[in-house]
């Protein structure tokens, strides 16, 4: 009888917890638009493609979940935080930029991943996610 009580105490693995961060899909950002050495006007149309995360809305900040907003930079400057994965970026100076886009949870932290999922907070080894393109700003004859 003791031997059953034994058996019937081991303790059982936790399989609930699947949406720890160890499992998560790492998010990842791409730029689509403007191409990689583009030619473009001062202002310009842009378009990123994000997956494995969730937009939320700016206005409603809250805190944790895998999800968030897009910062974006023009020369290491930044130029705004979208709720999405169009917009416009206005009165660049002509020239050569770097555009890059980085993703950050909806309580402000950015969001790091390595070797495709996931990172903690604490997490050593792990990258911000992000996505650069260099564009040249021209101006068109009469503009």
């Known amino acids: 009888m003791l031997l059953f009580f034994l058996a019937a105490c081991e303790p059982v693995a936790d ?8 499992s998560a899909e790492a998010p990842a950002v791409d730029w ?13 149309d842009c378009s990123l493609v994000v997956t494995d995360f969730t937009f939320v809305d700016l206005a409603k900040h809250t805190e944790g979940g895998a999800s968030g907003f897009l910062r974006v930079r023009v020369d290491g400057v930044d130029a705004g935080d979208f709720d999405s994965t169009t917009f416009t970026l206005g009165a660049l100076d002509t020239g050569a930029h770097t555009l890059s886009a980085q993703l950050y949870y909806e309580d402000g932290d950015a969001i790091e991943a390595a070797d495709g999922r996931l990172c903690d ?3 050593e080894g792990c990258a911000p996610v992000t996505a650069s393109v260099a564009v040249t700003v021209v101006v068109t004859a009469g503009g």
Request: hydrophobic share 40%; charged share 40%.
């Open 32 to 44: 689509l638009a403007p191409a990689e050495g583009a030619d473009v006007l001062p202002e310009v």
């Open 15 to 22: 399989t609930a917890d699947t949406d720890s961060a160890e």
């Open 121 to 123: 907070e604490e997490e």
